[in-house]
């Protein structure tokens, strides 16, 4: 089996439950029995044991009544999320649990990504944007464009990069943030550069940065586990209203 170094630890396990608990409680609001009939067959597949089923039950039954506690009193998303930490942090049997059946059916808790420290993941957010913005004032001056005023307010292109980017792991951003800042320093080289001559190198330092990643992380950028918070340029969002807005139903 995968060494236990490439699992998640206790504390990101604890961020993947605050995930899931965002979405048991809104699930079993709409009804606690059809949530266990559409979860529990899917645990007992993946090899978890009645003891972690009926504790994870119990947890999400426990939860639900936090969420909604604590959305009386007007918390924000972070703000339970830091409550429901503090509710976890004594529930320790969980994750050994877990790690149990890792050994006997290997997969669901190796390591795919930081998801969840989202100051980190806004920090890298903004400066990613900014990077981008950066790199496309300095296209324009290459390219002989008119230079965007310091007021004008730049947007991603195209519109589903901004969306992978406020889905992505603090690892994914970091690569991210790399090939943007070498493709300003392409378009501002000494020499200047022909259109043939930046995709080469943006290749070929796209193919350094993969291999440097997955021999640092130990998986493929692809397979990077997908936040359940997005984050965006003006901080994390409500998971149901963002996908609702990029994702409405037809």
């Not at 992380?217 to 003006?234: A, L």
């Amino acid at each position: 089996m995968e060494d236990d170094a490439t699992l998640v630890t206790r504390e990101q396990y604890v961020e993947l439950l605050i995930d899931a608990s965002f979405q048991d409680a809104a699930a079993i609001e709409t009804g606690f029995m059809s949530w266990c009939e559409q979860h529990v067959p899917v645990w007992r597949e993946q090899g978890y044991d009645e003891r972690w089923v009926r504790q994870r039950i119990e947890m999400a039954q426990t939860t639900r009544g936090l969420h909604r506690h604590f959305k009386e009193q007007g918390l924000t998303m972070l703000e339970i999320r830091d409550e429901l930490r503090k509710a976890y942090a004594d529930d320790l049997e969980l994750y050994d649990l877990a790690v149990e059946r890792e050994r006997l059916h290997p997969g669901l808790l190796r390591y795919r990504g930081n998801t969840s420290d989202l100051r980190q993941r806004y920090t890298l957010r903004v400066l990613v944007y900014e990077a981008d913005k950066r790199a496309y004032e300095q296209f324009c001056l290459w390219s002989g464009l008119p230079v965007p005023s310091p007021d004008s307010v730049f947007s991603e292109q195209p519109e589903s990069l901004r969306v992978v980017r406020d889905l992505s792991t603090i690892e994914e951003l970091e690569m991210a943030l790399a090939m943007s800042r070498y493709l300003h320093q392409l378009f501002r080289a000494p020499a200047k550069l022909t259109q043939d001559q930046i995709s080469q190198h943006m290749e070929t330092y796209g193919k350094h940065l993969r291999a440097t990643f997955t021999a640092k992380h130990g998986y493929q950028p692809e397979d990077s586990r997908t936040p359940y918070v997005p984050v965006t340029v003006d901080g994390p969002q409500d998971h149901d209203a963002y996908y609702a807005k990029e994702y409405p139903s037809p």
